[in-house]
């Protein structure tokens, strides 16, 4: 079975502090893809990235960052110099590879606010 | 690209009844899912088309719950005979070949 933990329910940070979401995994795939969505107060879930297992390469876009280890069956996000519109919940999300592995399974998500 | 779109936003019905939904994916993609998510919850799979073929349902689906996807293009999720446990965001997602997945804004499902 696969699980996805976002132990941290709720942050708050002042703007143009940086704020790191933590998601950790477990899963008995050898390989699979995490995912990063955001979801604004609109609703509308937002793609952010995806990682494949065998890529533990970290990756910056802009102020988003992830640090993928494998080690730890970690997939860490973190916003630097934060901004108001990062204000949403974000879902961390875990898929298997292979034809038929469709489902992505969701963490509970961490709801982040960003202080003016 | 116009996204995925879904209707309606927002329903209440009464326990017992039965209501419909329906997503149109963005037009070029061949998978689409549907996906519950209750308050401060994650969302959770409920069933996956590739074209027209339903290939996964969730053993959250119960049998009061039917998916179709006639000719490969719009979706329908029904529900019958509801239950104030029912009462979800339901969202839609589609994609092109499984690798990302673009949502919907979800249906808001209110059972009183």
């Known amino acids: 079975a696969q699980k996805v933990t976002q132990a941290q329910t709720e942050i708050s940070v002042v703007e143009k502090e940086d704020v790191t979401l933590d998601c950790v995994y477990e899963t008995r795939d050898t390989t699979y893809y995490l995912f990063w969505y955001k979801q604004p107060p609109s609703g509308e879930l937002v793609f952010l990235i995806r990682r494949n297992s065998f890529d533990e390469q970290n990756e910056i876009s802009g102020r988003y960052s992830w640090n993928f280890q494998k080690s730890t069956s970690s997939f860490n996000f973190t916003i630097t110099a934060s901004q108001v519109v990062d204000s949403a919940v974000y879902f961390c999300?875990?898929?298997?590879?292979?034809?038929?592995?469709?489902?992505?399974?969701f963490g509970t998500g961490t709801r982040l606010t960003i202080i003016p | 690209d116009t996204g995925v779109s879904q209707d309606p936003r927002h329903k209440i019905t009464k326990r017992g009844q039965n209501v419909t939904f329906r997503c149109d994916p963005i037009?070029?993609?061949?998978?689409l899912y549907w996906y519950r998510q209750t308050l401060g919850q994650g969302p959770e799979f409920l069933t996956y088309?590739?074209?027209?073929?339903?290939?996964?349902k969730s053993r959250l689906l119960s049998d009061r719950f039917s998916a179709e996807r006639p000719k490969g293009s719009f979706s329908t999720l029904e529900i019958q005979r509801t239950e104030q446990g029912d009462s979800a965001m339901y969202l839609c997602?589609?994609?092109?070949?499984?690798?990302?997945?673009?949502f919907g804004s979800g249906t808001q499902l209110s059972v009183l």
């Open positions: 037009s070029e993609h061949n998978r």
């Open positions: 088309f590739q074209n027209e073929a339903q290939l996964e």
């Open positions: 999300a875990l898929r298997g590879t292979g034809f038929g592995n469709e489902k992505l399974t």
């Open positions: 997602a589609s994609s092109f070949g499984g690798e990302k997945l673009f």
